[in-house]
């Protein structure tokens, strides 16, 4: 299994950036993808997630900004949406992929950073 994301980058506060993460290779039907983030000095932290059958997690920090999704034509891409960033959403964003399935298995990307300046 493989992900791919992109879309990062350098924005002023107040704007908007998409993110994007493809998942390729065994992917069972049921899974949740979604985005973490990193900041310097701070842990790994939920950003949003959704599951196969279109169930959101999201934080309490993103809520009303950011937005996850589903392709409707390719179900194992998502993408987020984040619009209205501040300063404090500048991190790297992982993408992740978990396999409910007997394997258990969780996946990460390679990370893409947001730079929010403000």
């Known amino acids: 299994v493989q992900l791919q994301a992109s879309g990062g980058g350098l924005v002023q506060a107040g704007g908007s950036l998409r993110l994007s993460c493809v998942a390729s290779?065994?992917?069972?039907?049921?899974?949740?993808m979604g985005w973490y983030r990193q900041a310097p000095g701070k842990e790994r932290e939920l950003v949003a997630t959704?599951?196969?059958?279109?169930?959101?997690?999201d934080a309490d920090s993103v809520k009303g900004r950011f937005t996850i999704s589903r392709d409707n034509n390719a179900r194992n891409t998502v993408h987020l949406q984040m619009n209205s960033l501040k300063s404090e959403d500048t991190a790297v964003y992982y993408c992740?992929?978990?396999?409910?399935?007997?394997?258990?298995?969780?996946?990460w990307g390679q990370g893409t950073l947001v730079t929010v300046s403000s």
């Open positions: 959704i599951t196969s059958g279109g169930t959101v997690n």
């Open positions: 290779g065994r992917i069972s039907d049921m899974n949740v």
């Open positions: 992740n992929l978990f396999l409910r399935d007997s394997r258990g298995l969780n996946y």
